[in-house]
């Protein structure tokens, strides 16, 4: 019998084809189609109404328009106090640093240490440079510092001719 896997069974190879190949099928006869049983006839044509439409679509554009800008509008004012609450936060900050810094300058000057309150003083500058109880205790530290060391002659003169 030999291998009986892949077509090779009795029954596969010994089929018969079931068309001969070139072989030509009848030709049907002619059908005539079925006639339809509806007429046509012109009839006018039904107007749609479109006023309601277009009124509606008026009406969602102007409400959308409208929520739009009440949306924008108190965006725009908590924009506003957001930003002023910002810069009442920062100058909170800066007075209570430059009163920090203030407070230990004095205090490293009592101590004797003028180079440490110098430092102090010129950072409290930065915050407040125009600050009158800050410009006469630099000048006072400048002096002092001016005695022990002469690089800061120049930037006591420097400060005596911007008072």
Same mark, same amino acid.
């Given at each position: 019998m030999? !291998?009986? *896997? #892949?077509?090779m069974q009795k029954w596969i190879y010994? +089929?018969? &084809?079931?068309? /001969?190949? #070139?072989? %030509?099928?009848?030709? &049907?006869?002619?059908? @005539?189609? &079925?006639?339809y049983s509806r007429t046509f006839a012109i009839q006018a044509s039904k107007r749609e109404n479109k006023r309601p439409v277009g009124i509606l679509t008026i009406l969602i554009i102007v409400a959308a328009a409208f929520i739009v800008f009440c949306a924008l509008n108190s965006y725009s004012l908590y924009?506003? /106090? $957001? @930003?002023?609450?910002?810069?009442?936060? $920062?100058? !909170?900050?800066?007075?209570?640093? #430059?009163? #920090? =810094?203030?407070?230990? *300058? %004095?205090? +490293? =000057? +009592?101590?004797k240490r003028p180079l440490a309150a110098y430092s102090e003083f010129k950072? @409290?500058?930065?915050?407040? &440079?125009? $600050?009158?109880?800050?410009?006469?205790? =630099?000048?006072e530290t400048l002096t002092v510092l001016?005695? /022990?060391?002469?690089?800061?002659?120049?930037? =006591?003169?420097?400060a005596l001719k911007s008072n």
């Amino acid at each position: 019998m030999g !291998y009986m *896997g #892949f077509g090779m069974q009795k029954w596969i190879y010994s +089929r018969n &084809p079931r068309k /001969k190949l #070139f072989e %030509k099928d009848r030709i &049907p006869s002619f059908n @005539a189609l &079925p006639k339809y049983s509806r007429t046509f006839a012109i009839q006018a044509s039904k107007r749609e109404n479109k006023r309601p439409v277009g009124i509606l679509t008026i009406l969602i554009i102007v409400a959308a328009a409208f929520i739009v800008f009440c949306a924008l509008n108190s965006y725009s004012l908590y924009e506003k /106090k $957001h @930003a002023q609450q910002i810069m009442q936060y $920062h100058n !909170y900050q800066n007075d209570k640093t #430059f009163r #920090f =810094l203030m407070t230990s *300058g %004095k205090e +490293r =000057l +009592r101590d004797k240490r003028p180079l440490a309150a110098y430092s102090e003083f010129k950072l @409290a500058q930065k915050i407040y &440079p125009n $600050h009158t109880e800050l410009q006469q205790v =630099l000048t006072e530290t400048l002096t002092v510092l001016c005695d /022990k060391e002469s690089k800061y002659c120049k930037e =006591l003169d420097e400060a005596l001719k911007s008072n």
